[in-house]
DNA sequence: GTCTATAGCAAGATAGAC
DNA sequence: GTCTATCTTGCTATAGAC
């Protein structure tokens, strides 16, 4: 076997363990808060002991950071991936909502672990998660005025209003009742109608 | 002087002991989160010792709990005040969001400790939290029904999507732009506009 | 009611074997 | 890369003086 084969297995495989520890993480955050959450309880879950993580990662900050990086950067993939078909203004942008309601409610845990944090409070981690958020949130700014809305209608407002629709739906959303895809075709729609109107 | 006026005052300034307590625990609460908020920094700030608190609460998850509890009687009173002027339906939906929203952006710490535990997980504290919530949003359920709204109008949707819209007001919420009596007036205009075109 | 002192425990992080 | 063992620190809660 040539050298370069074996090491990417090992980059591999390396992923695999580091992946497998931020999903760790991202869960126990989840649900217990950053603070609650023991290095011991995510290394368990991942199936190591808790020295372990520090091979992987120097500080249990810095885990709870790349958790909040990745969890961005799936989002963020999975809402542009989502505008590649639709050229309709109004179909990009619902299909942006759908596809940030759907990683939210029932996509991966790495993403809902983004909510636990809320950018409450100075602490450092706060400026990181702020940061981070505004630029993917750029996204739906853009989706907004690409709509040619008559003027009078505050872009900054409407899409506060209808991301935090959205986010909060994560505290009281729960499987087997409406389907995130309705529920965001539902946003959309009371948007459109009022903003057609005006 | 008599034993009731007695009686009285020492009352008084046990309240006035407890809610000092109070406020300085929803303020860590608020700023630091439940599990990295101390005891010794929640009774430094309401100039005692750690262990005087437990005269008060008889552990830190009942503090959090008569924060809870607190908090939400307040905003409870502050938005059904709001609802004794005004007779029509519109103006007191809208009365109800701008006290809603005054009291969770500008008001008390106690309010604002509210957001800090989104109810995810399912921690003893969550039940707690939902039921509380579901009561005082019934409050807007009824606001709701009183408008009348043409049939197909999903008046649990529409709760969920105004309240989830004002409530994450306070994620971005920074004092000196927009007050949150214009904010509560644009979200219930966009709902208006929308609703009576319908 | 509030203090001081401390018991009892769990946490994050490190060191060195393997 | 992962383990075991451990250091150090900080926490909640209690006990008893005042």
Redesign the interface.
């Known amino acids: 076997m040539a050298a370069g084969k074996k090491s990417a297995a090992v980059r591999r495989r390396r992923g695999n363990r580091r992946e497998l520890l931020l999903e760790a993480a991202a869960r126990r955050f989840?649900?217990?808060?950053?603070?609650?959450a023991s290095m011991r309880d995510i290394a368990a879950d991942a199936g190591m002991q808790a020295g372990s993580i520090y091979y992987h990662f120097p500080s249990k900050a810095d885990l709870l950071a790349a958790v909040h990086d990745e969890g961005m950067r799936r989002i963020s993939d999975a809402v542009l991936e989502s505008l590649e078909g639709p050229k309709d203004p109004w179909q990009r942008l619902e299909a942006a909502c759908i596809a940030h309601l759907e990683f939210l409610l029932e996509g991966n845990i790495v993403v809902q672990a983004l909510?636990?944090e809320?950018?409450?409070?100075?602490?450092p981690i706060r400026t990181r998660v702020t940061r981070l958020r505004d630029d993917y949130e750029g996204i739906f700014i853009r989706l907004l005025e690409d709509l040619k809305l008559p003027r009078g209608v505050?872009l900054h407002?409407?899409r506060?209003?209808?991301?935090?629709?959205?986010?909060?739906?994560?505290?009281?959303y729960r499987p087997g009742a409406?389907t995130p895809r309705r529920?965001a075709r539902?946003?959309v729609k009371?948007?459109r109608?009022?903003l057609q109107?005006?």
């Open positions: 989840l649900y217990e808060g950053y603070a609650a909510m636990q809320m950018p409450t409070g100075s602490s505050d407002s409407l506060l209003m209808l991301l935090g629709a959205m986010n909060w739906s994560f505290t009281w409406e529920i539902k946003f009371y948007l109608i009022s109107a005006s």
